[in-house]
């Protein structure tokens, strides 16, 4: 018998390798307006972008402003005058065609429906989540697939917890646990919503002393006795 009912599953960086399929758009957009900038961009684009994603967390820029800031960001700090707004578009339309997942996803993610219902639940943004979704080898293996953007509220806001409950039937919360890679939206979001969480360390970045997740696992697959029977993961 399952320890869970219900798993709930961040995308980006949990099942899917955004920082492949971001590397590859970032580097197909310049092709695109004929750009070919320092060897050094990448690491400029991660910092300024997960800063921006950071600040949309904490409520303080909306989705919409920063599909652009962060490129308005970027080239301000490599030197471009390109428009960010354009380049924006073009970037998310190849980061769309992006389906790479991460080692082991789609096994972990078949074999936890043959137990269990499954949601999706992703702040990335709508134009690049549905499209890829569609296009992945995870197609159709959710109840439901919930995207901040649609819905006007994202992780780790409690709120956006309460959709997934609805769509879920409202079931037990001790029945329900979150799964991400992300501390501060995926982890707080489930411990700060009263359910359990597994943090999706892959990169073994340090914990966080504040919040703790129930579960800890570097490779997907530790996920199935977690939720299939075995909880010899439990670090709570």
């Not at 910092?47 to 920063?66: M, P, S």
């Not at 354009?86 to 389906?99: D, E, P, V, W």
């Not at 799964?179 to 943090?199: F, Q």
């Not at 504040?210 to 006795?225: A, D, S």
Request: hydrophobic share 40%; net charge negative.
């Amino acid at each position: 018998m399952a320890n869970y009912e219900w798993v709930v599953l961040d995308a980006d960086g949990t099942l899917f390798d955004y920082d492949r399929a971001e590397t590859e758009a970032l580097s197909a957009a310049f092709a695109s307006f004929d750009v070919c900038p320092d060897a050094s961009a990448l690491a400029v684009y991660r910092e300024v972008n997960d800063r921006i994603w950071k600040a949309f967390e904490r409520g303080e820029i909306t989705q919409e402003r920063l599909r652009t800031q962060r490129f308005a960001d970027l080239f301000a700090a490599i030197g471009l005058t390109l428009d960010p707004d354009r380049f924006s578009q073009t970037y998310l339309t190849h980061l769309a065609r992006g389906t790479y997942l991460i080692n082991d996803a789609e096994h972990v993610v078949r074999s936890l429906r043959s137990e269990v219902r499954l949601v999706l639940l992703t702040n990335g943004l709508a134009d690049v989540q549905r499209p890829r979704l569609a296009r992945s080898a995870l197609r159709g293996l959710f109840d439901a697939v919930v995207i901040s953007e649609e819905v006007g509220v994202a992780k780790p806001d409690g709120r956006v917890f309460d959709i997934c409950f609805r769509h879920m039937g409202r079931p037990a919360k001790s029945s329900v646990l979150m799964v991400g890679d992300s501390l501060s939206s995926d982890i707080r979001g489930g411990i700060d919503y009263g359910i359990d969480t597994c943090w999706v360390n892959l990169d073994t970045h340090p914990p966080d002393p504040v919040r703790q997740p129930r579960f800890v696992i570097r490779q997907l697959t530790e996920l199935l006795p977690i939720v299939l029977g075995d909880t010899s993961s439990d670090v709570g």
